[in-house]
């Protein structure tokens, strides 16, 4: 948080003259300086320009105090959980073991797959991967519903047994 008196507002206010603070200097206009550089100038005028300077000045203390309240520390939020990036190795290592369990996948359900019955398993990927219901594969095949409705339940105990065992 920052220190008001060491604020341009409050430095200026408090002054007698008009305080402009730059990078490397601070400097102040006294009465006197006005008063030699500007010959038709009264203290009047030095005056008015001091409270005008006075207000501009508490505008920017105000902005800036506005601005700073809707500010939020980033102190530490990489470790959250929604800031956090994974590195570019992790991302890789991520999808180097995604793609091997994939494949891992794959060669479990043909060998699963190889376990079946030609008819077996036409009527199973039927159901399973192209989401036929039991009728419309029996529609398909010009087979019984009960016959097809065997068939992959028998399908099914296979590949369950298969997958369970490994």
């Known amino acids: 948080m920052k220190n008001y008196r060491d604020s341009d507002y409050a430095a200026n206010k408090y002054a007698k003259g008009i305080v402009y603070r730059f990078a490397d200097q601070t400097v102040e206009i006294t009465l006197e300086d006005y008063l030699r550089d500007n010959p038709g100038k009264t203290e009047a005028d030095f005056a008015e320009l001091k409270s ?3 207000e501009i000045y508490l505008y920017q203390d105000r902005q800036d105090n506005a601005q700073n309240k809707k500010l939020v520390s980033i102190h530490g939020l990489e470790e959250t959980e929604f800031c956090a990036t994974p590195s570019p190795h992790d991302i890789v290592i991520d999808m180097t073991e995604q ?5 891992r996948r794959r060669e479990l359900a043909k060998q699963a797959l190889d376990k079946l019955t030609e008819v077996q398993r036409r009527r199973y990927i039927m159901y399973v991967v192209d989401e036929l219901t039991v009728r419309e594969i029996a529609d398909i095949e010009g087979s019984h519903f009960t016959a097809v409705h065997e068939s992959i339940q028998a399908a099914e ?3 369950k047994k298969y997958l369970a065992n490994g």
Do not use: F, R
Not at 99 to 103: G, S
């Open 52 to 54: 005008l300077s006075d």
């Open 157 to 159: 105990k296979k590949v």
């Open 99 to 103: 793609a091997t369990l994939e494949i």
